[in-house]
């Protein structure tokens, strides 16, 4: 299957260092240099997931995304950005779904790509207890009720849940969920996992998140 791309990068340079690596991976899009003309592209095409640049003239990348989210809300996002302080970091994965700072490894690019890409490849429908995970439709039900789902608590329980007799440290999902490739003192994790605690032990729940302490988390089944 050949994934399609948008690429939104004002810099030519990097446009096309970023273009050489997503061909080399089979990828098939396109590269445009402003924000109105992306969102033009969203508005005429369907892509499998898009690259954004912040600063640019004009639109910057971040509310180009949030309108693309409009456009088609299940489009996976890449921010990649010069701006790497703690809370830049942090908006821009509030808003997309991976953030990659420059200067950056076209390898790595590569890799964070088939990690956004990968729940298409892989089982759909995942369920642990009473709880059910629902990749495509990005839904998860507790029970018989629906639980509403930010983005990285749904992409975390789906890693607890794809995960379940595993600890899963905190670097873990700081590097995967949150986009960390450094772990600054920061309680973003915490915040998460109270969160994703208080929404799957709601109502009928019986799936909780446990903390290893010196470790990590692990997900777990309460007896009946």
Known sequence: MSYRFLLLEDDPEIASIVRQGLFAEGYEGEWVPEGARALECL?????????????????????VVRRAKTLQP???VIFLSALSADEE????????????????????LQIRIRKILQPRDSSAVLTYGNLKLDRLKRKVVCGTELVDMQEREFKLLDLFISNPHRIISREHILREICGYNHFPSTNVLDV??????????????RVSIRTVRGVGYKIHLEAV
């Open 89 to 108: 970091r942090i908006l821009g994965l509030s808003c997309g779904d991976d953030y990659l700072c420059k200067p950056f490894s076209v390898a790595e």
């Open 192 to 205: 998460l996992i109270c969160r994703l605690r208080e929404k799957i032990s709601a109502g009928t729940g």
């Open 43 to 63: 508005q005429s095409q369907k892509y499998d997931f898009m690259i954004s640049d912040i600063l640019m003239k004009g639109m910057t990348g971040l509310e």
């Open 74 to 76: 299940d489009l996976p």
